[in-house]
């Protein structure tokens, strides 16, 4: 079902913990893992980090490729949106800050834009410690 998963990263936390959700979507369908990274600010060292990601992912056995996209002058829900029309990508996995709704709108995340912006579905993955704390709440329900 999945032939081209987008997994959209900054090497932030956030990020970082909607990997496994982008990994096992390619794995279970045999798909590619295409791994987007905006350089909307020229930080050291993290186009590299992620570039080792992907070479670790490659070595682990999936189709992974590395996508820059972007620039200062490009918004990266933006060119994030482009590269998965270009792409006829099946999903964009994204990782979320945990921040409110009112925060979102106010602070227009990349996520929150994405969700607005993208010909696709988009996965937005809260952050680890409240989707574990939610799937332990649902657990207790449904085992008591």
């Known amino acids: 079902m999945f032939r081209t998963v987008i997994w959209a990263t900054d090497a932030s936390e956030a990020a970082e913990a ?3 959700f982008a990994r ?3 794995q279970e369908s045999g798909g590619t893992l295409v791994v987007v990274y905006s350089n909307d600010a020229d930080e050291l ?4 980090r992620i570039q080792l990601q992907v070479h670790e992912l490659r070595q682990a056995g ?5 996508k820059l996209v972007g620039g200062t002058a490009v918004e990266p829900a933006h060119a994030i949106a482009d590269l998965a029309i270009a792409l006829d990508a099946d999903v964009i996995v994204v990782g979320t800050r945990g921040h409110g709704p009112v925060v979102g709108v106010v602070v227009g995340s990349v996520t929150q834009q994405l969700l607005h912006l993208a010909p696709c579905p988009v996965l937005a993955v809260p952050p680890a410690t409240r989707w574990l704390e939610g799937w ?3 657990r207790a329900l449904t085992t008591a």
Request: charged content about 20%; proline content about 6%; hydrophobic content about 55%.
């Open 62 to 66: 999936i189709d992974a490729t590395f």
């Open 136 to 138: 332990a709440r649902t």
């Open 45 to 48: 060292g993290l186009e590299a």
């Open 24 to 26: 096992e979507l390619v």
């Open 18 to 20: 909607a990997l496994p």
